[in-house]
Each structure stands twice: as C-alpha cells, then as structure tokens.
C-alpha cells in the first residue's frame, strides 16, 4: 500500500498532530521512503535534492525514538548529533527542528562558528537531546570539555558531499572515532561520487539507500536557459534587463568568488537595486539580516557565492542566476535548486562568457541535456556532444517570462519586453516584495528541508583544510 499520509508511516499521535497544526498532511518522497527505515534501526543513505525535505526525514523518525526513550542527557552530553557544513545551514536545521517539537519534552541546541564560544558552553552545561553543528565548532567545544559524544546514539551527516567539498573530511573522522561504535547513522547527499560512497563505509553499517531523484538531475519546473555574453560588463547589463523585465520576482545571483559577489552588489545598490550579499567576507550577524530581509521580500536579489548561499531554503525564489558559470558541474544542480521549490516553477538562467565553454560543456554533460540558447552565440571552442534532445527542465509555464529564449535550442532577445523598453523594476528600492513566505516549511502540506547551498568543490579539497563559511 503506498504510504500517503504521516499516520502511515509509523509517527506518534503527538507528533502526527504538531504536523497537522503546522499544516502538513502529505509526506514528500524522501519522507514517505526514509522514515520507516529509520524508525526501523537502519542505516540510512537518502540522495535527494535540496528542497525535498530531507530535515524532516532524519529529523521526525529521530524525535520518535528520543521519545520514546525517555532517558534524560547527563550533563556536557548529547544523545543526538547533527552535523552540516554551514552556520546557515544549521540554524535552519535547527529552526526546522525546533518546530516540530513544541509541546515535547526536548532539548534542542545548535552550535556554529561565529557566535560566542563562551555561550555555547553554558547551553551546553547541563546536556542536550540534540546538538546540531557545524564540524569545526563542535571539536572546539570538545577541546573545551564543554560537550561529550560518548551518549551518542544517533548521528546525522547532512549535506554529506558538500562538507567533503569544503575539506571538513579529517574533522569528520576525528568526530567518528568519539562516538560510539553501537549507534544509528544517517548519511545524506544530493550527489554520491565516489568520495561520498568512501565515507559512507567508513560511518555506515549495512545501509540502506534510498534516491528520490538521480544526481545531476535539476527539479522538473526548473526552466533552464543559457546566454552567451562577451564579457562581465555584458552579464551585469543582460542580469539588470531581466531583472527589470520581472519586477514581481525574486532572485538569487550566483558568482564564483567573494571579491566578485561584492562589487556587483555594489554596482547594483548604488543604480538602485533592492540587493544585498552574502558571501566568506560578511561576518554572522550581517549574513543573517540579508538573509532575512530576502526572506521578507525586503531584498529583491540576493548576490551570494556558493558556500554561503548553503543554508538559504526560501520556497518563492523566482530566479536563479549563474552569473559565473560553477568550477565543478555538482554546484550548478545545487544552484538551480534554489527555484521551484514547494511546487512552483522556476528559472535559471546562465550567463557563459569567452573563457567558460568548458564549464558550460561540463554542466550539460553531467546533466544529460543542451541547455536551451536565448541569446548570443556559442564560442567556437565550445563542442556540444550530438544527444537526442531533452528539455532542459520538465516544468515549464508561469507567469512573466518575457527573457525566455523559447523553445528548443533557438535564440531570442533574452529579456527585452515587446516594445524594447525595460519595465519598471520592482526590483528597486522601495518596490513591494512579491511572494508568499513559507521559509522554514517547504511548502503546503510538506514538511521543510534546510537544505542550501553548496561552493563548487576543488580539486583535493576533499582531503584538505575544513573550511567554516
């Protein structure tokens, strides 16, 4: 029988109501498939796209069990460990948490980089039902003595290949060897190369897998156009004609460095674009309130680079851009799934200048698929392997398209409305922020994911120094 409500899937009455007073009835995929085999005792591997909800997979099952056990932690202790690669990420993870466990006797903490030390080792003092945390503070409380591993009876590595990405894998195995052998651990990623299957039999005992959607696979509704440009100015040009071209939307801009994210943001603030920025370079504080004000419709665009952008989970980005085309293919699957999330649509649009048609060529290789052209022409160099045809995205239709470059492969003037002049821009300061907020959900029905964004991974960085965004 297939499993359509939380009810079926073997969730206390308790936690099946909090579900329902939050308004979520309908288990997605990796829920309705993952859930019972953790409440079963298993080993888990869950490959999912962000935006699946993946959080409430591990997070509901765990929360039963906890429950149900009904023993209290002993001080500088945790009885379960979460660990993800961003603070943005973790604060998310633990929101998400926090929510299903009103009215239950629980104790959430999380704990990142950035933040007091000196704090964290209070909250810690007298134990913890479950600890989420960033890899590299977590072996600074344990340095401290401020927090123990030995009670740990069920550990979650999410965002697993991104964390070998920013090289957090010795962490990782430093952590391993503190946790006790007897233990249930959850393992989940949006790719499986071979590094992750690596750490994957090192921490895992007899896992199960369980893939709701195939690695380098973009979400159905994500329509997916490319322009072809001469260079940086002409991208900053071509990104202000579409964002004026769909002034109700909201959208996240990608680039590949820290130095690169700033300026544009500054270009755009100062022609008068509602933008902000997150990036290495903006402390905790300040990530956070650009964060929230996109999340409020405050801020219209977001300008991130990849790492950062780890944590965001807002189900109404309209537009995601790839300003710079990613160094690792991974990263552009993980930048689109940003967009049509909790059922909408989406669109993400990709500038390629002169020297990116090897990362444009890689991206379409890993994704099986020609990315449609809606403006400009290939460089010379780039090669596109003969494939049969596959639409780029499965989706398609919604509102306000006007820089669409049409079906198929042919070319269009890529944003310009009908008559040739811009529309005015919500995008600008002082424009109304469009879209509902369901930040920490997923949408109607479905519990959230905090998942985010991950930076392209680089070559040996798997195996080198951790890197905290």
């Known amino acids: ?60 099952p765990m929360i039963e069990m906890l429950l149900k056990d009904e023993k209290r932690p002993d001080n500088r202790t945790t009885r379960a460990l979460i660990l993800a690669p961003t603070r943005e990420l973790v604060n998310q993870i633990g929101d998400n948490l926090r929510s299903y466990l009103r009215r239950l006797p629980l104790k959430i903490n999380q704990v990142v980089g950035g933040a007091s030390i000196g704090k964290q080792q209070l909250q810690l003092e007298k134990g913890t039902d479950i600890l989420v945390a960033t890899p590299g503070r ?24 991104q964390m070998l990405d920013l090289g957090f894998i010795h962490d990782l195995r430093k952590i391993s060897k503190m946790v006790p052998p007897k233990r249930q651990t959850l393992l989940f990623s949006a790719t499986m190369p071979a590094s ?64 690169g994210a700033e300026k544009l943001m500054k270009h755009l603030d100062a022609t008068g674009y509602s933008v902000a920025s997150i990036h290495g370079n903006k402390s905790q504080g300040q990530r956070e309130r650009a964060l929230k004000g996109f999340r409020d419709g405050e801020i219209k665009t977001l300008i991130a680079t990849d790492v950062a952008a780890r944590g965001i989970d807002i189900p109404a980005v309209s537009h995601v851009f790839n300003y710079d085309l990613p160094e690792v293919p991974d990263a552009y699957v993980h930048r689109i799934g940003r967009t049509a999330r909790a059922g909408r649509d989406g669109i993400a649009i990709a500038f390629c200048g002169p020297d990116e048609g090897r990362l444009l060529r890689d991206v379409e290789k ?34 306000n398209r006007n820089h669409q470059g049409g079906p198929g492969r042919g070319k269009s003037e890529g944003g310009a409305k009908a008559d ?7 995008h600008r300061k002082g424009g109304n922020g469009g879209g509902q907020n369901r930040s920490a959900n997923g949408g109607q029905g479905r519990p959230g994911n905090g998942s985010g964004q991950g930076r392209p991974a680089r070559s040996g960085t798997a195996g080198g120094r951790r890197r905290e965004a």
């Open 196 to 259: 992750i299957a690596d750490l994957a039999a090192s921490f895992l005992t007899d896992p199960l897998k369980v893939a709701v959607s195939p690695p380098g696979k973009a979400a159905d509704k994500v329509e997916q156009h490319v322009h072809f440009v001469a260079g940086q100015n002409a991208k900053t040009e071509m990104l202000k004609k579409i964002l004026n071209d769909n002034p109700d939307g909201r959208s996240i801009v990608f680039l590949r460095t820290k130095h």
């Open 138 to 161: 977590l072996l600074d409380l344990i340095a401290r003595n401020a927090i123990s591993l030995r009670a740990v009876r069920y550990l979650v590595l999410d965002e697993a290949d």
């Open 420 to 426: 040739g002049r811009p529309a005015k821009s919500g």
């Open 1 to 60: 029988m297939t499993l359509t409500t939380f009810d079926d899937l073997g969730l206390s009455k308790n936690i099946v109501a909090t579900l329902t007073t939050l308004g979520f009835t309908t288990p997605t995929p990796i829920q309705e498939k993952g859930i019972p085999v953790v409440l079963g005792g298993r080993d888990l591997i869950g490959l999912a796209q962000t935006g699946t909800g993946k959080t409430a997979a591990f997070g509901l």
């Open 366 to 399: 890993l994704m099986g698929i020609d990315i449609p052209v809606a403006s400009g022409e290939p460089p010379a160099n780039l090669a596109r392997p003969a494939r049969p045809q596959r639409r780029a995205g499965g989706g398609g239709g919604g509102n």
